[in-house]
């Protein structure tokens, strides 16, 4: 297996929009088609400050009402692993949770226990995706290849091949009808699915391709490299939109869409995930606190019981960033080593986060009620 995924300014009131910020706190999770027709810019956001202190009491919302904190508790912790984690998708829909509980078709078992083992891959695993549907986990290899499996049966259904190098990311569309990947061999590759064919090589960037990303409606796929860059795709064109630059000491390792598709959040090797206006180039937010100097550590949306950025570190921690105010509003304590990726429910109060080498846990992390 590769090794797991190794390789934020708070930046000035004065440099953020009102507008902006006004439309980062309304409506992150609001889908809306984007049009990208400004042409390749790139941006060098500023010099970090040291982050904020977490608020006491919790700040005011733009409407004046006070921000309810985020009480995650350790919930359950799933072992079994013996190599490093680099990627945990476990609550990307709610039926694994359902197969890990009470499903028929597993009988009644203990909360957390392991199900089955997919065997196949004659190496390590870089990353997984869950199909929209929950019925298809997609795996990102070593072995060059991504296969998709039939959860249920715990078979492959298809084998895609075509990277001439270590498959570092994968992700579906919203329809689950498309997969892009993305490779060391710097390219980016749209499959079709149901055919099990690759139907566009993006030759993307210099260096490992270290994540990709569709958009809500699928007109855009997004990726990251260590050659620096994050770079927004046309699809089915292929065409370029933009590129932009986190800068010199900076380099980018997990890239995302807003659940809108308005924004990127990226995170960086100086320790801080940014908050991007893609179609104007700027960087709108940036949040810091966390450790980040040497590991791919992924950050990601929680839009359940509040507004959250939430995300690994170093320091054997995770952190949650209030989306509006930059402020950390909790930082969860219970792996033992670098925490390099993180996962949400879609619909419920939950975390996973995933450990490397000493640890070796995926743990979930459950809201019970807000303060």
Not at 139 to 156: C, E, F, M, P, Y
């Amino acid at each position: 297996m590769s090794p797991p995924r190794q390789s934020a300014t708070d930046d000035d009131s004065s440099t953020e929009d009102d507008a902006a910020s006004q439309t980062t706190e309304d409506d992150p999770q609001i889908p809306e088609n984007q049009h990208v027709p400004l042409p390749p810019a790139q941006l060098h956001p500023p010099p970090i400050a040291p982050p904020p202190a977490p608020p006491n009491p919790p700040p005011p919302s733009a409407n004046g009402h006070t921000r309810a904190r985020p009480r995650y508790e350790l919930r359950h912790t799933l072992s079994g692993h013996t190599m490093s984690i680099s990627s945990v998708n476990t609550l990307a829909h709610a039926t694994l949770h359902k197969l890990l509980t009470t499903s028929p078709k597993y009988g009644r078992r203990p909360p957390g226990e392991l199900v089955r083992n997919l065997n196949g891959h004659t190496k390590g695993l870089s990353d997984i995706a869950w199909s929209p549907d929950s019925v298809c986990l997609a795996t990102a290899s070593d072995d060059h290849t991504i296969r998709i499996w039939d959860v249920d049966s715990g078979l492959t259904s298809r084998v895609l091949k075509g990277h001439t190098s270590y498959v570092f990311c994968i992700n579906y569309n919203t329809e689950g009808t498309q997969l892009v990947s993305g490779g060391c061999d710097g390219d980016v590759k749209i499959w079709n699915t149901s055919k099990g064919r690759c139907i566009k090589t993006l030759n993307a960037h210099l260096d490992y391709v270290t994540a990709v990303h569709f958009n809500r409606d699928g007109s855009l796929v997004v990726s990251c490299s260590l050659d620096g860059l994050i770079r927004i795709w046309s699809l089915p064109s292929g065409q370029c939109l933009k590129t932009l630059a986190e800068g010199h000491n900076a380099i980018c390792q997990h890239v995302q869409f807003s659940p809108n598709s308005k924004y990127i959040l990226s995170t960086a090797h100086d320790s801080a995930i940014r908050l991007w206006d893609f179609q104007t180039s700027r960087c709108l937010k940036t949040y810091v606190g966390h450790q980040n100097s040497k590991y791919c550590i992924a950050a990601c949306f929680s839009v359940t019981g509040g507004k959250w950025i939430v995300s690994g570190s170093e320091d054997s921690k995770i952190y949650l960033w209030d989306l509006q105010s930059r402020e950390i509003m909790q930082v969860l304590d219970g792996h033992r080593d670098v925490v390099v990726a993180v996962a949400t429910h879609p619909q419920q109060n939950m975390i996973a986060s995933g450990s490397i080498d000493s640890d070796l846990t995926v743990k979930v992390w459950v809201d019970g009620g807000a303060t």
